[in-house]
């Protein structure tokens, strides 16, 4: 029996959670993918051209594509040198297909076509919409690149995050949360990569109405717009924009080498405390502790322990194990 698994989420976190995935065998993947990006080239292709922002929808093509290396790399590959400094070659690609196709729906198709991706990349709205974070002193930041590379005091923390305008829903990001075995949410920035997608009108709905089990993995570190949170602080806020807890949490058990761990200090960053007894006071039905960090010089989820240890939650948990809620009228497919 083939698993159907949604995966929600945006930027490294959630091409290193579909990487894993894509090696295990029986699994069907969607990828749900925040459109709100607003810095380097995504935010300069969306400011010079007026396209949705691309790039966390890119590096989730590449997660799931079987295509070669050398064309994995290729839209991957980001120039050095003017007049193209910066620019990402994928980006530009999918740019100049959107010109040629006539939309971005169907650029986003024939990409996944080309790189014969496994699975589906999906936007989860085709509205545009920016990022905004008000904060405890009462200011308010605009844009997901402002959010989370911070000018401002970091230890001042956000207190909501909204869009403007408004976003609806896609009703195949919809569909997806409806109609899956599990659904993940990808480890990442919280404020700039998880919580967006919560912020389109209907999907907030649609999680509290599928009988999909919801799974946090939670992110190896806490950094700016997360300084000073544990996970249990973590899973708070997702219980607040998406109107429910997680079912499961996925974290890290394995120690961050000190050598590493002083360099994010640096950057007022440290590594994510997993408070056990304030997540099952909160009611998260099962934290699974797992070896699932890299050991490289950057602290990164490595793809293959995180989708192993994804497929042990799955079991542990069992396929769509979470009660029918009293009502589904939110998670229609649209």
Not at 41 to 56: A, H, Q, T, W
Request: aromatic share 6%; hydrophobic share 45%; with cysteine.
């Amino acid at each position: 029996m083939r698993l159907v698994v949604t995966v929600i989420g945006g930027g490294t976190g959630s091409f290193n959670v579909l990487s894993g995935l894509r090696r295990q065998p029986g699994v069907s993947i969607r990828s749900i993918v925040t459109m709100m990006d607003s810095g380097g080239d995504s935010g300069r292709l969306r400011d010079e051209f007026g396209v949705l922002p691309v790039g966390d929808l890119r590096r989730c093509l590449v997660a799931l594509s079987e295509e070669s290396a050398l064309l994995r790399n290729l839209f991957s590959f980001r120039f050095d040198e003017p007049p193209l400094h910066g620019r990402s070659f994928g980006n530009l690609f999918i740019l100049a297909l959107t010109r040629t196709l006539g939309s971005e729906q169907l650029a986003v198709e024939a990409i996944g076509r080309i790189l014969k991706i496994r699975g589906r990349v999906i936007p989860v709205t085709w509205d545009h919409a920016h990022l905004f974070a008000e904060l405890a002193d009462g200011s308010c930041i605009e844009g997901e690149a402002n959010i989370d590379v911070p000018k401002h005091d970091p230890r001042v923390p956000i207190v909501r995050a909204y869009l403007r305008p408004e976003a609806r829903a896609n009703p195949e990001a919809l569909a997806a949360i409806h109609d899956c075995d599990f659904v993940v949410l990808a480890p990442g920035d919280l404020f700039t990569s998880t919580i967006p997608n919560l912020l389109v009108e209907g999907i907030p709905e649609a999680l509290r109405a599928t009988r999909a089990p919801l799974v946090q993995v939670m992110s190896l570190m806490a950094r700016s717009e997360t300084h000073g949170y544990t996970a249990s602080r973590c899973v708070e806020q997702i219980a607040r924009y998406a109107g429910r807890l997680p079912d499961a949490v996925l974290a890290n058990r394995r120690e961050i080498p000190s050598e590493i761990a002083r360099r994010y200090e640096a950057e007022a960053a440290h590594p994510m405390r997993v408070d056990a007894d304030a997540l099952r006071r909160l009611g998260v039905r099962a934290l699974f502790e797992e070896d699932i960090a890299s050991a490289t010089s950057l602290v990164r989820h490595d793809p293959a322990r995180t989708g192993a240890a994804l497929m042990r939650v799955f079991a542990a948990l069992g396929a769509s194990a979470r009660p029918a809620p009293a009502s589904a009228s939110g998670g229609g497919t649209g």
